[in-house]
């Protein structure tokens, strides 16, 4: 703690201060800052959009919007050398995107069109994606139970 200040006082917030405000009509389900940078942050919507914004220096700005998804963003991760995002979409579909320049990479149906609820990188291979789904309504037969995790590779975007 700093000084002679309790707990309670250190994180006595005043009230919410909204930098970003891009996805005003959709609910945004995560933000996440980069990797070892306290300035780089992302978002996603469930509008099918990710935000990339940086904090600092000058005002924050938002540098790229990563658009492609054909339904809502539900989750998404930084690589470990930030310069990847995986993202999740309701649409059925893994996409991974290059941040710098806001370019898909590559993009990966689920083998059953279900929605794709949740991603991330494995830590030490960034070559490698984990991905967990919910069953598609009305769905196909599954060949995996619903909600069991995949490792994907696919065609680039």
């Known amino acids: 703690m700093a000084g002679d200040t309790t707990l309670s006082e250190n994180y006595a917030f005043a009230g919410v201060y909204h930098v970003f405000d891009q996805h005003t009509d959709s609910a945004v389900p995560k933000v996440q800052f980069a ?15 990710i935000s990339v914004c940086r ?7 938002v540098l ?9 963003v539900a989750d998404f991760a930084w690589s470990l050398s930030n310069d990847v995002l995986v993202s999740a979409s309701l ?61 994907i590779l696919g065609p680039p975007c």
Request: charged share 15%.
């Open 35 to 49: 990797h070892d940078d306290r300035h780089l942050l992302a978002c996603c919507s469930l509008d099918g959009t």
């Open 55 to 61: 904090l600092a220096p000058g005002p924050p700005a």
């Open 64 to 72: 790229r919007v990563l658009r492609g998804h054909g339904g809502g």
């Open 91 to 151: 649409d059925g579909t893994l996409r991974l995107w290059a941040p710098a320049d806001g370019r898909c990479i590559r993009r990966v149906p689920d083998p059953d069109g279900a929605a794709l609820l949740c991603c991330a990188f494995q830590p030490l291979n960034n070559n490698l994606t984990v991905v967990s789904d919910t069953p598609a309504v009305p769905s196909p037969p599954s060949t995996s139970p619903p909600g069991s995790p995949r490792c």
